[in-house]
């Protein structure tokens, strides 16, 4: 992709290209370096299968398969009729700037000011804002890998050079700090953390947190710290980065409603961060988004303050498909997979199958009928692992999982 939007640039440039290509040969440079989310390619793809008439499980989608909570609607439809069609500031509403720090003061004990939030339409733009206000060219930013594909996507946009730490399925998914150590050098600007983790369920324990936090703070590091994934865990306590006494002055926090309220659609989510860089992150949405929709906001501060029965229950039936699809794929020949401690995600060992990651998804698509991502979908130490969304019903999983052992078996997949 980079060298294709570089050749295209360079043909631009000297007028020989252009002439009826159309406007793409005129894209810029850096749009050639910009990625994408898989999950959403293969959705497509599983979608035009449906509409060809082939079923398809889907556990694709990192998606909650529940309906957003009706007194959380019920406050946006009252937002609504009350007039709230308008403009709000772009950092937020007050009232939800100050819902959002009573939050984060409450869950990760620690002081919060309302000055610190900025509220963004999803958490997306907090990773999008975060590169665009502190990585130039020649800086490096260090991310998990496998991890969340638009880390390295816009760490790459911005000419910053991105800086894989690898995650080992040996060390549990979970950020090993010597290999860390490792990748830091004179130019590192940004460490980017993840956990639980997407894709693997993995999280890091506050043992280890503490380490990476004396690294940062020895080399002056800044840290993203992506927890949106926070309240889908199945640990009696939270392990939150930004909880750790003198790291909030390096600190972006990244969280939001689209996981644990099964909010996604509704696009609201939010930074915590040093007061100097939220003006400047408030800048970057002025120019991009103006702001966050009103009605959603206050549809938001209902979430964080009103009942969370209904987010408990959810996480809790997420615990039951956890268990299921686990033992489910360790009964598949030449599939291991491990227990994750968050999200809604199982990433399985597929090695002793023997074919690479990517053409084993598209095989359990097309054959199988059943939308899985390749671990390549997540930087290239996710070959020989595929991803599956446990985000689907237990009558639908244990149906997927008939079908993945039935290929294997069928097409005698597995080595030895």
């Given at each position: 992709m980079k060298a294709t939007g570089v050749k295209q640039q360079k043909k631009t440039e000297s007028g020989a290209a252009g002439k009826g290509q159309g406007i793409a040969s005129k894209l810029s440079v850096r749009?050639?370096?910009?990625?994408?989310?898989?999950?959403?390619?293969?959705?497509?793809?599983?979608?035009?299968?449906?509409?060809?008439?082939?079923?398809?499980v889907h556990l694709e989608i990192g998606e909650p398969d529940f309906d957003t909570p009706e007194h959380i609607v019920e406050a946006a439809v009252k937002a609504l009729k009350s007039g709230a069609h308008h403009y709000g500031p772009s950092a937020g509403l007050p009232q939800m700037r100050e819902a959002i720090a009573k939050y984060v003061r409450d869950t990760r004990g620690v002081p919060v000011d309302p000055a610190e939030v900025v509220v963004t339409p999803g958490a997306k733009p907090i990773i999008f804002y975060t590169m665009l206000a502190l990585a130039d060219?020649?800086?490096?930013?260090?991310?998990?890998?496998?991890?969340f594909p638009i880390y390295e996507s816009m760490i790459n946009y911005v000419g910053a050079k991105a800086v894989p730490v690898p995650l080992r399925e040996d060390h549990n998914w979970s950020?090993?700090?010597?290999?860390?150590?490792?990748?830091?050098?004179?130019?590192?600007?940004?460490?980017?953390?993840?956990s639980p983790h997407n894709p693997t369920g993995g999280m890091i324990p506050m043992s280890d947190l503490k380490k990476i936090a004396e690294l940062v703070q020895k080399h002056g590091i800044i840290v993203l710290s992506d927890e949106i994934y926070s309240r889908v865990m199945y640990?009696?306590?939270y392990p939150s980065f930004y909880s750790i006494p003198g790291i909030r002055e390096q600190t972006i926090l990244l969280?939001?409603?689209?996981?644990?309220?099964?909010?996604?659609?509704?696009?609201?989510?939010?930074?915590?961060?040093?007061?100097?860089?939220?003006?400047?992150?408030?800048?970057?949405?002025?120019?991009s988004a103006s702001c966050?929709?009103?009605?959603?906001?206050?549809?938001?501060?209902?979430?964080l303050t009103g009942n969370q029965s209904l987010s408990e229950a959810m996480v809790a039936e997420f615990r039951r498909r956890r268990d299921l699809i686990v033992k489910g794929l360790n009964e598949i020949p030449g599939?291991?997979?491990?227990?994750?401690?968050?999200?809604?995600?199982?990433?399985?060992?597929?090695?002793?199958?023997?074919?690479?990651?990517?053409?084993?998804?598209?095989?359990?698509?097309?054959?199988?009928?059943?939308a899985c991502l390749s671990g390549t979908a997540f930087g290239s130490w996710g070959e020989g692992y595929i991803r599956f969304s446990y985000a689907n019903s237990q009558e639908k999983i244990q149906e997927a999982l008939r079908r993945v052992k039935k290929l294997v078996v069928d097409r005698n997949l597995a080595k030895a």
């Open positions: 749009m050639g370096r910009l990625g994408t989310e898989t999950a959403f390619d293969v959705l497509v793809r599983a979608r035009k299968l449906e509409a060809e008439g082939k079923s398809i060219p020649g800086d490096e930013v260090i991310y998990p890998n496998p991890g950020l090993d700090v010597e290999k860390l150590a490792k990748c830091i050098t004179r130019k590192t600007k940004l460490l980017i953390l993840n640990m009696d306590n969280d939001g409603f689209s996981k644990i309220y099964a909010m996604t659609g509704w696009r609201l989510g939010y930074g915590v961060m040093p007061k100097d860089l939220a003006v400047q992150v408030s800048k970057l949405q002025t120019n966050t929709a009103t009605f959603t906001q206050l549809a938001g501060i209902e979430a599939f291991s997979c491990k227990m994750p401690d968050g999200a809604f995600y199982v990433f399985p060992n597929v090695k002793k199958i023997g074919l690479p990651s990517k053409k084993l998804a598209d095989m359990i698509l097309e054959e199988a009928g059943v």
